[in-house]
């Protein structure tokens, strides 16, 4: 079995201490085929606290800062490490729609191969993170939602991204944290639509295996997602850890290469310059 992980985080990323050249190593010690650093990008903490009317909702600034560092220490690495691994220099791009500059004009950036586009936050909420939900009725989550899938289309349809990043994250601390399941195959019609878009536009879906490890008891998203995907007319897929420590890099990716070829993959992608590469799976 062939094994990526196109979704990891180093020291660049405010939630990690994970030293980048531990995770390297760890990441050539498991041999994999290829390993993304794809650390944290949000449009709409790009400059720092001061440039804010309001901070009310926000928790951390000057990602532009973060980003740099980041890139230019993966652009570096890249050539000592290039007999070793395809190591790839990516980054989680976050809330494209709130900034749609910024995001293009990080998504103009020719050192980056690789970008996956994430929704944390709502604008005008918290990250999921930091919500309450058990101080929500289930007509303000089904709400909050609404609203989510409604921006994660958008998002895809601005077009700053290779692959949409784990779709069903918004699920993750209502359920891990507040034992709290909405059924979201309410809004299965905008998810459609949403793989659609990114299908027609050789745009790609992660399988996130985070959830796995973090008690949600599956991946982001879960089989049910990534068949509907690939019946839409989906190619491109990835799979990654979302690891904020080296322990992590890779973990469940075999399963979540097993939830692919259950629905109906023989290939997974990563990217180079950009340029998706194709692996078989076995």
Same mark, same amino acid.
């Given at each position: ?30 041999? #994999? ?6 650390? +944290? ?5 790009? =400059?720092? @606290?001061?440039?804010?009317?309001? $901070? ?101 349809? #601005? ?6 990043? +784990? ?5 993750? =601390?209502? @359920?891990?944290?507040?034992?709290? $399941? ?101």
């Amino acid at each position: 079995m062939n094994i990526i992980d196109c979704h990891t985080h180093t020291q660049f990323s405010m939630d990690s201490e994970a030293d980048i050249n531990s995770c390297i190593e760890k990441a050539v010690t498991l041999g #994999l085929s290829a390993y993304a650093i794809t650390d +944290h990008c949000e449009c709409n903490a790009w =400059y720092t @606290k001061e440039h804010y009317m309001s $901070t009310e909702n926000m928790d951390y600034f000057n990602y532009s800062a973060d980003f740099e560092k980041s890139v230019s220490a993966v652009t570096e690495l890249k050539e000592k490490y290039s007999k070793k691994i395809n190591l790839i220099c990516g980054v989680e791009l976050g809330q494209a729609t709130q900034e749609k500059e910024i995001a293009e004009m990080v998504n103009r950036d020719r050192r980056l191969d690789f970008i996956i586009g994430s929704l944390h936050q709502l604008k005008g909420e918290k990250d999921f993170y930091y919500i309450d939900y058990d101080n929500m009725t289930m007509e303000e989550i089904y709400n909050l939602l609404e609203r989510y899938f409604t921006e994660v289309y958008e998002m895809c349809r #601005l077009g700053c991204l290779d692959v949409l990043g +784990h779709i069903t994250y918004c699920l993750r =601390y209502m @359920k891990c944290r507040n034992n709290i $399941t909405p059924d979201i195959s309410r809004f299965d019609d905008i998810i459609a639509e949403t793989f659609r878009t990114l299908a027609n536009n050789g745009k790609g879906i992660e399988i996130n295996t985070s959830g796995i490890r973090q008690g949600f008891g599956d991946c982001f998203p879960s089989l049910k997602y990534v068949r509907l995907f690939k019946e839409l007319g989906g190619e491109i897929l990835s799979v990654g850890s979302d690891s904020h420590t080296p322990e992590d890099i890779g973990k469940n990716i075999s399963e979540g290469i097993i939830t692919a070829k259950n629905a109906g993959f023989s290939r997974l992608c990563y990217f180079m310059e950009r340029k998706p590469h194709f692996i078989n799976i076995d």
